[in-house]
């Protein structure tokens, strides 16, 4: 598997863990729109160098960020400074043929939030079977409807 | 724990505690050699650099964000005497202190968003509450513990001074402060780094002892994992404070 992610450094080797599953995640889009660049892994999309203080050898840098809570990933939204408003968060299902996933919290036993590692093939276009959510807030608040009704 | 970042003014910080991450932490408390409490949150990880907000707090506005009682952004400008933007980039690091406009709680553009909660789920961050609020326990037994060691209120002062800054807030020291010794302190000044400068009534240290002991007993009765005094003494404080 591992030459499916060809541009990525020596030190990065796919979990264990990793499998195809198809999971519903929310993604926040930083062009606000559901293309290449807001589905494009941080270490790709830093121009594949590490920032100070990255772990070379920590899966997750390669990874896709994704949260299967939409409370975590609007959590992750209001806390970082790099996403415009109206936030713009997007959904879809974690498809075999973009990439194995692997929930964060199964290789990292401290971790009991709901981020999803999605490593991303070269010719991965996840971007193309996600949807965006027009009102995430709203979008929430019925969640939170749904939950306690459930 | 790992360590984070070396501050001159504060010392070196260690992670104490993450309390939301992505592939990095990015909401997350520190300590430092003293055991003090900060805050921090990476609000930026891009080609750019890093860039980190950290501000002192302590274990009750903690525990206020993760039961959703206090917005992300107002429990980081809280405490304005320790605010500093932290940029690290492959040329260096930069450690800027009360950074006006980073911290500006209308017109920042690190803070967390304004309004915004943790939203935190019923039971999802109970470890993390009954950590934090275990500092705030212990820290009730210390002054507890020191009221009736000593015997003379200079060393009473000394002691529980050190312990409550190293422990706490300034604005839950005050609080402790009045409702532990109640009615015995007529004045505090507190200022960042400075000693407390108190007035005592006269009153003598047995019967200072003795309702210290009863306050903290019957706190300590009430409630196995949140410490706090009766709501009488409190009144009784602050028309004595």
Known sequence: MRKLFHMYPEQFEIPDGAHDEEILVYRACKTQKCDMESFTPTYVENGCIFLEGDDPTNPGLYSLSTYENPRHIKRFVIMTSEYGKPYKIAKGLTISECGPVQRTRERNKKRRDSHVDWWIYPEGKP???????????????????????? | MNKFLEIEKIGTLEVDKILFESYYPILFTCVNEKRELFLCLCCQANREGKKWLITRTSPRTIIKILTNEITLRESFTQYKDIQFTVFLNPEGTQIIANNTSDWDYHNSLLLPDEGEFMDA?????????????????????????????????????????????????????????KQVFNSFIRSINIEPSKKYNMEYHNSSIGEMEIRVKNNFAESRAKSNTQCSFDQNDTNNLNAAA
């Open chain 2, 121 to 177: 789920e019923k039971g999802e961050f109970d470890e993390e509450i009954a950590y934090y609020d275990k500092q705030i326990c212990d820290s009730y037994e210390k002054i507890g513990a020191s009221k009736v060691a000593f015997t003379s209120f200079d060393e009473i002062f000394c002691d529980y001074s050190i312990e409550i800054k190293f422990k706490e807030g300034y604005s839950i020291d005050t609080q402790i402060t």
């Open chain 1, 127 to 150: 971007y193309e079977k996600f949807n965006m959510i027009d009102d995430f807030d709203s979008y929430l608040e019925e969640n939170v409807k749904k939950e306690g009704l459930a």
